[in-house]
């Protein structure tokens, strides 16, 4: 079992940055590919980042890549996203989630409760 919480999230300007942090209890995080995705009002929840259990290789949605960045600190069981260059189009709710390095969200079998990420513009 994992239990993810999230936090980080608020409200910031276009072109400002933010970083959620994701902290996890559980006997499984070191096992555990760790991800974000999020979901804006009326669309599809979405893949924004992934990184793998050990050898810390990560994948991003392209909407993303090279504004966001995925880490995760194995002795303090917790995730991170660094969010630069915000953009009005990232306001969502945006959702740790542990499981398997993928971009999809079956692969996934733990979710946090998500954090509010709003840009203004």
């Known amino acids: 079992q994992v239990q993810l919480v999230e936090s980080g999230g608020g409200l910031v300007q276009a072109g400002g940055s933010l970083r959620l942090s994701c902290a996890a209890s559980?006997?499984?995080?070191?096992?555990?590919?760790m991800g974000w995705f999020r979901q804006a009002p009326e669309k599809e929840r979405e893949f924004v980042a992934t990184i793998s259990r050990s050898l810390g290789l990560t994948y991003y949605a392209d909407s993303v890549k090279g504004r966001f960045t995925i880490s995760r600190d194995n002795a303090k069981t917790t995730v991170y996203l660094q969010m630069n260059r915000l953009k009005p189009e990232d306001t969502a709710v945006y959702y740790c989630v542990a499981g398997t390095y993928a971009t999809i969200k079956s692969r996934y079998d733990y979710w946090g409760q998500g954090t509010q990420v709003t840009v203004s513009s």
């Open positions: 559980g006997r499984t995080f070191s096992s555990s590919a």
